[in-house]
């Protein structure tokens, strides 16, 4: 069983910032796509963004990402060099970015990206208003 973690969750203006961390065991983050979903009230889960990271050094590695259009040029998804943590740094927040966010994890992506389906682990979210 994989136990995913975010952090990072609260209040903010529009047109403020939140950076979303999500924990996850050793080599959890390196070794699987990851990927950020958010629910809002009355909403399907909807995907956000997502990571792959190619390569198995510090410093000698690509990572393939994804964005929803609704969050490109605003959100950033990154993952630490230790590999033991995953985020989203968001951006020029607006009140339609409200919603409960998750991280969810995948050995491999064999399907859309952005689809609940796809990922077989998920965190228990954390709040994001934006207000």
């Known amino acids: 069983h994989v136990q995913l973690v975010e952090s990072g969750g609260g209040s903010v203006q529009a047109g403020g910032s939140l950076r979303l961390s999500c924990s996850a065991p050793k080599n959890i983050i390196s070794d699987y796509f990851m990927g950020w979903f958010r629910q809002a009230p009355g909403k399907e889960r909807e995907g956000v963004a997502s990571?792959?990271?190619?390569?198995?050094?510090?410093?000698?590695?690509?990572?393939?990402?994804n964005y929803e259009d609704f969050v490109k040029g605003r959100f950033t998804i990154s993952q630490d060099n230790a590999k033991t943590t995953l985020y989203l740094q968001m951006n020029s927040l607006k009140p339609e970015d409200t919603a409960v966010y998750y991280c969810?994890?995948?050995?491999?992506?064999?399907?859309?990206?952005?689809?609940?389906?796809?990922?077989?682990?998920w965190g228990q979210g954390t709040q994001v208003t934006v207000s």
């Open positions: 990571i792959d990271r190619y390569g198995r050094t510090k410093t000698d590695y690509i990572d393939s990402v």
């Open positions: 969810a994890a995948i050995i491999q992506c064999r399907a859309n990206w952005d689809e609940t389906g796809t990922y077989n682990y």
